[in-house]
């Protein structure tokens, strides 16, 4: 079974330059997660879908992100314009259902901005 | 507010001995904890899970984890360590109540010496 997976693997980009990254949740799994994992830190939520719906965009900065996922399966973040703090590694995640089950990673894509 | 603390930020452990991963938690409710491995590169993997029940939980590669409600602790454990267990390990709390809202603390690498 394919994993969660995310691209682009690295991302180098100047800041004020726009960014976008792209998950395919595992087949099946109707909630998807993107989470940003700052060095040295865990990972924070920053958006959470159930099927098309953004059911948690609480911790989403919604001045220069916003994410999509059309039809329910691949989402896409976006940041614009990008700041130097935004530097990070951008996680996805997807699970079955709701509830209390465990989350699929992906291999994130690390974002510098320079 | 709920959080997590991973208080140490490195454990070393010779092969062969017994480990331990440190996990304390604050939250209102019911605490649902989980237990995550990141290796190089790679996203993060399920471990295992507290919902209810029996304060020992046991997991994946051999891992277990021990539940304490007086302590509000959630400490990982393994009876003997291997060389590929070295990674980190992030301890995280549902502080949604159920709906997956994972809270992580800033992990805990572990480092098994041959």
């Known amino acids: 079974e394919a994993g969660v997976v995310q691209s682009p693997r690295y991302k180098i980009i100047e800041k004020k330059q726009p960014v976008a990254f792209w998950c395919n949740p595992i087949?099946?799994?109707?909630?998807l997660y993107w989470y940003r994992q700052n060095l040295g830190q865990g990972p924070e939520l920053l958006i959470r879908?159930?099927?098309?719906?953004?059911?948690?965009d609480s911790q989403l900065p919604k001045d220069r992100f916003s994410a999509e996922r059309l039809k329910g399966v691949d989402s896409t973040l976006k940041i614009q314009p990008a700041e130097l703090g935004d530097s990070a590694v951008y996680l996805c995640a997807s699970s079955f259902l709701a509830g209390v089950n465990e989350q699929f990673f992906g291999p994130g894509t690390r974002l510098t901005v320079l | 507010a709920q959080s997590v603390a991973q208080p140490e930020d490195q454990v070393n452990v010779a092969e062969g001995n017994p480990l331990t991963v440190k996990c304390t938690y604050s939250?209102?409710?019911?605490?649902?904890l989980f237990w995550y491995v990141q290796y190089p590169n790679r996203g993060l993997q399920f471990l295992l899970k507290y919902i209810t029940g029996d304060n020992l939980v046991k997991g994946s590669y051999g891992f277990e984890a021990e539940f304490n409600k007086s302590q509000t602790s959630f400490h990982l454990k393994k009876p003997s360590a291997l060389v590929s267990d070295s990674a980190l390990y992030f301890c995280a709390v549902d502080g949604s109540g159920g709906y997956n809202k994972l809270i992580f603390g800033a992990g805990t690498r572990l480092a098994v010496h041959p």
């Open positions: 879908y159930e099927n098309e719906e953004a059911v948690d």
């Open positions: 939250v209102s409710g019911n605490p649902y």
């Open positions: 087949s099946g799994h109707n909630t």
